[in-house]
T-cell receptor, first 114, second 113 residues
Framework: EPEVTQTPSHQVTQMGQEVILRCVPI?????FYWYRQILGQKVEFLVS????????KSEIFDDQFSVERPDGSNFTLKIRSTKLEDSAMYFC????????????FGQGTRLTVV | ELKVEQNPLFLSMQEGKNYTIYCNYS?????LYWYRQDPGKSLESLFV?????AVKQEGRLMASLDTKARLSTLHITAAVHDLSATYFC?????????????FGKGTRLHILP
């Protein structure tokens, strides 16, 4: 069964460092998303991506964040200069779009900023 | 701005009992999802509800949608310990290009043996 895969599963980084979280969405999906979940809290929308551009982003997704789909299969989230409060679980999701679609989530990357 | 509210946020119940989790949302939507999350794990899709009056059942879980009331329910029948998890409802905004799905805060369900 097709699935969304994310790497790494866990990343520890020093404050101020850049991190890149990687996702491989399901191959025929057209819409891609990043969400984050701070430990024990709700799942928060960060950004959606369609047709090679950002279609919507939340206020969390500031200038420190960027997304890219560099090669038609990977979908990456970059955090330029990590802060302690960026520590969270980051989920990638993808969907086909259209009325009967649903979003499928990857297993997540646990980012720990120290 | 779309708001999604779940209640209760925490539920502890005995095995064998029935209970309902409620999800209210603040604007029209053409899609409502229920997800399950085990501790430290990802989001497992349980149900996608697309139309008013939609009802879906899987095992001991049944989800329904009332778009007029902007309310979805997740009903648990004869709970078993394996259903202990956090359950999220999530709503897709109508008239968008599938741009984002907004999650409720989740209901942490703890089923006592």
């Amino acid at each position: 069964e097709p699935e969304v895969t994310q790497t790494p599963s866990h990343q520890v980084t020093q404050m101020g460092q850049e991190v890149i979280l990687r996702c491989v969405p399901i191959s025929n999906h057209l819409y891609f998303y990043w969400y984050r979940q701070i430990l024990g809290q709700k799942v928060e929308f960060l950004v959606s991506f369609y047709n090679n551009e950002i279609s919507e982003k939340s206020e969390i997704f500031d200038d420190q964040f960027s997304v890219e789909r560099p090669d038609g299969s990977n979908f990456t989230l970059k955090i330029r200069s990590t802060k302690l409060e960026d520590s969270a679980m980051y989920f990638c999701a993808s969907s086909m779009g259209g009325l009967n679609t649903e979003a499928f989530f990857g297993q997540g990357t646990r980012l720990t900023v120290v | 701005e779309l708001k999604v509210e779940q209640n209760p946020l925490f539920l502890s119940m005995q095995e064998g009992k029935n209970y309902t989790i409620y999800c209210n949302y603040s604007t029209t939507s053409d899609r409502l999802y229920w997800y399950r999350q085990d501790p430290g794990k990802s989001l497992e899709s349980l149900f996608v509800l697309l139309s008013n009056g939609a009802v879906k059942q899987e095992g001991r879980l049944m989800a329904s949608l009332d778009t007029k009331a902007r309310l979805s329910t997740l009903h648990i029948t004869a709970a078993v310990h394996d259903l202990s998890a956090t359950y999220f409802c999530a709503v897709d905004i109508e008239d968008s290009r599938d741009d984002k799905i907004i999650f409720g805060k989740g209901t942490r369900l703890h089923i006592l043996p």
